[in-house]
C-alpha cells in the first residue's frame, strides 16, 4: 500500500490505540502531528517537556494504557531525560518518539543536533533508530511492543527528512507475548515454605499493581493470615480496609509493617525488587528480618536476589504466581500459631494508628535543636504532620494522588491508604523534583471523572510551577494541587541540621513569592490555607470546584519542622584536615 511516512507512523500509533502526545510543538515533528486530530490523538503542549514526559507517566500510571512523548529535535529532546528515567525506574511503558536531525548534516554540528540515541541509552528499555523510510512501521512497532513487554520507556529517533516520503509499505502485526508464570520446581518450593511458615508476611511491590494482582494476593494473604506490606511509595498495592493490610515499608513508612515484617520468618515479595527505600531502617528499627528465607518474584530475572539474599526466586508475573501457589498451598497452610498472628496484626496495626493519630512534630537528634526553634518561631502555624491531617479529612476516598520528592511529601508517606490500584503517583526512586504537579494532570487526563490532587513542597513545586502557564486553557481538564509552603529546601536542610552545624547553603526560598497569587495571574484559583480547618475546607471546597471545571492551587502554610533525612546510611559528619582559608582564592585572569 502506498502512504507518507507519516501516514505509515499514525497508523501504527492507531493499531496500539494510542491516543495523547505530550510535548512541546516543533518543527521536526510538524509532519506527524498535522494528523493527529484526524487520527484521534491529542497533542497535550505543555510548558516544558520535562514536565510533559511527566504528565505522559502519570496518564500512563493512572490507567494502563500507553501514551507518548514527542518534542523538536536537539534541546526538545534532551528535556525529557529526567521524565523518561523517573518513568523508567517506575515501571512505566511509554513511547518516546525523537526527531533527530536530518541525516545530510548530521555530525556537522548544525542547528540543534546532538546524539539522542547515546542521551537516552541508560534510560530506556529499548531503544532503535529508523535506518531506511520504508521501514518507519516497522522500527515504531517494535519499540511499542518492547516498551509493553519491559513495562518502560522505549524510544524510536527518527530522521527528520525521513518525513514527507512516499513509500510502498505493509503495515506490520502486532505480536503479544504471554508473561511467564514462574517455574514449577521454584513454585513448589516457594508453596512449601509458605504452608510451613509460622509468621508468614507478603510484600507487595509495583508489579502486583501493574500484573492486576491485588485481589489475587489479598486471596492468599486471607488463606494464610499473613499481613501485607507495601513497597516505599507503592501504598496503593494493598486495599487500605483491609484487616491483614499493614502499610508501606521504607521512609516514613508504617511502624506496623515494619514490626510486623520484622517477626517473619518466610517473606513473599510480590512484584517487587527490594529496592533499598522499602527495606532501609524506619523510626530507629532495622526491620528488615535477617533470618527469614525470602521468596522473590519478578518479571525480570536479574532483579531477583540483587538487593537482598533470597530463598527461593521466581521469573514470573505477580498475578500468575499468587494464583499457583495458593493452589499448591498445604490444607494445613498457615494453622500454625493462627489466632496468636491474628491477634498480633491487629494490636500492631491499633498501637501504629493511634500512634500515627497522635504525632503532631518532628523531633530533634540529640544535640541538634532545630524542630524545637522551628515550632517557638512559628508558634500558631501548622506542622507538616497538621496539615497532613486536615489532608486526610477532606482527601476523597476514589481520589488519585500524586507527591512530588521532598521532606514534607514524604512526612506524609504513612498517610494515605487506597482500595484499589493506579491510586497512589509517587516520583519513584529516580527521586526527581517537580513530579506532583505534572503528574496529577496527566492522571486527570486519563481519568476525567475522578477527583485528582497533588502534593508538592515549595521547592519542588518551583521546578514546575511553570505548567501553571499551561493547564489554565479550555481543552485542559481542571486539577487541585497542594503546595506545602515554609520557604525551604526541607530535605537539604535537614541534613545541614545534622551533619553540617546548622550551615544552611542554598536551602532558603524567597518568602516574597505567592504560588497562589501566580496562580492567579494564570487565571486559576489560588488559596493561603493558615490552619487544619481552613486547610480541610480549602480542600473541600477545591474539589467540588474542580468537579465544575475549575483548577485550585492551594498555598498550605505551615512552620519549618523537618522530618528524618532520606539516607541516614549515606551521610555522615565531615572532618577537616588541611583546612580552607579563603585568603587562598585567586581572581581569574580573563584577556
Not at 561 to 577: I, Q, T, Y
Request: glycine residues 10%; proline residues 6%; aromatic residues 8%.
Amino acid at each position: 500500500m502506498k502512504m507518507t511516512t507519516e501516514e505509515a507512523f499514525v497508523k501504527t500509533l492507531q493499531m496500539h490505540g494510542i491516543q495523547h502526545a505530550f510535548g512541546i510543538i516543533g518543527s521536526a515533528m510538524m509532519p506527524i502531528s498535522d494528523i493527529f486530530g484526524k487520527a484521534g490523538i491529542t497533542f497535550w503542549d505543555c510548558a516544558h517537556e520535562g514536565s510533559g514526559g511527566m504528565m505522559a507517566d502519570g496518564y500512563t500510571r493512572a490507567t494502563g494504557k500507553m501514551s507518548m512523548m514527542i518534542a523538536q529535535n536537539g534541546p526538545g529532546i534532551t528535556n525529557f531525560v529526567t521524565a523518561v528515567k523517573t518513568a523508567y525506574w517506575n515501571h512505566t511503558p511509554l513511547l518516546l518518539v525523537t526527531p533527530q536531525a536530518a541525516n545530510k548534516t548530521m555530525g556537522q554540528g548544525g542547528f540543534q543536533e546532538v546524539e539522542q540515541m547515546a542521551a537516552f541509552k541508560d534510560m530506556v528499555c529499548y531503544q532503535e533508530e529508523v535506518r531506511d523510510p520504508t521501514r518507519m512501521a516497522e522500527v515504531l512497532n517494535r519499540v511499542i511492543l518492547n516498551a509493553k513487554r519491559y513495562s518502560a520507556p522505549a524510544q524510536i529517533n527518527v530522521p527528520r527528512d525521513y518525513f514527507t516520503q512516499v513509500i510502498d509499505i505493509e503495515l506490520p502485526k502486532i505480536v503479544d507475548f504471554e508473561r511467564p508464570s514462574g517455574g514449577e520446581e521454584a513454585l513448589d518450593e516457594a508453596a512449601k515454605l509458605l504452608s510451613e511458615a509460622k509468621f508468614p508476611v507478603i510484600l507487595n511491590g509495583a508489579g502486583v499493581i501493574l500484573a492486576g494482582a491485588i485481589p489475587a494476593t489479598a486471596e492468599l494473604a486471607e488463606r494464610l493470615d499473613a499481613p501485607v506490606c507495601c513497597g516505599y511509595q507503592h501504598n496503593d498495592a494493598f486495599p487500605g480496609s483491609h484487616p491483614l493490610h499493614a502499610g508501606p515499608l521504607g521512609y516514613n513508612g508504617s511502624k506496623a509493617g515494619m514490626e510486623l515484617i520484622s517477626k517473619a520468618d518466610v517473606v513473599l515479595a510480590l512484584g517487587t525488587r527490594l529496592n533499598p527505600f522499602s527495606t532501609l531502617p524506619g523510626y530507629g528499627i532495622d526491620y528488615w528480618p535477617k533470618d527469614a528465607k525470602i521468596i522473590q518474584v519478578d518479571v525480570k530475572p536479574e532483579r531477583i536476589g540483587l538487593t537482598k539474599p533470597v530463598a527461593v526466586g521466581i521469573v514470573g508475573d505477580a498475578k500468575k504466581v499468587a494464583k499457583t501457589i495458593l493452589a499448591k498451598l498445604s490444607d494445613t497452610a498457615g494453622d500454625a500459631d493462627r489466632e496468636e498472628r491474628k491477634a498480633t496484626i491487629a494490636k500492631t496495626k491499633s498501637a501504629w494508628a493511634q500512634e500515627l493519630s497522635s504525632m503532631d512534630h518532628e523531633q530533634d537528634d540529640p544535640g541538634t535543636t532545630w524542630n524545637e526553634r522551628a515550632r517557638g518561631a512559628k508558634p500558631d502555624w501548622m506542622s507538616p504532620r497538621m496539615a497532613w491531617r486536615a489532608i486526610q479529612a477532606a482527601l476523597p476516598k476514589e481520589a488519585i494522588i500524586s507527591s512530588d520528592i521532598g521532606n514534607n511529601c514524604a512526612i506524609g508517606n504513612a498517610y494515605p491508604s487506597f482500595e484499589e490500584g493506579r491510586k497512589y503517583l509517587a516520583p519513584g526512586l529516580f527521586g526527581p523534583c517537580g513530579y506532583g504537579l505534572p503528574a496529577v494532570v496527566g492522571a486527570k487526563i486519563g481519568c476525567p471523572d475522578t477527583p485528582v490532587v497533588g502534593f508538592s513542597g515549595d521547592g519542588a513545586f518551583g521546578i514546575a510551577v511553570n505548567e501553571l502557564t499551561a493547564i489554565g486553557r479550555g481543552e485542559w481538564p481542571a486539577v487541585t494541587h497542594v503546595v506545602f509552603r515554609n520557604y525551604q529546601w526541607g530535605a537539604e536542610k535537614r541534613n545541614s541540621t545534622l551533619w553540617f552545624d546548622d550551615n544552611f547553603v542554598g536551602t532558603e526560598l524567597d518568602e516574597q513569592v505567592s504560588y497562589a497569587g501566580i496562580a492567579k495571574a494564570c487565571g486559576l484559583k489560588g488559596v493561603v490555607a493558615r490552619t487544619m480547618d481552613e486547610l480541610t475546607d480549602a480542600l473541600d471546597q477545591a474539589i467540588k470546584d474542580q468537579k465544575a471545571g475549575t483548577t485550585t492551587l492551594i498555598e498550605a502554610m505551615i512552620n519549618q519542622e523537618l522530618g528524618e533525612p532520606f539516607r541516614r546510611d549515606a551521610m555522615k559528619k565531615p572532618v577537616a584536615v588541611a583546612g580552607i582559608d579563603p585568603a587562598d582564592m585567586r581572581e581569574q585572569q580573563v584577556d
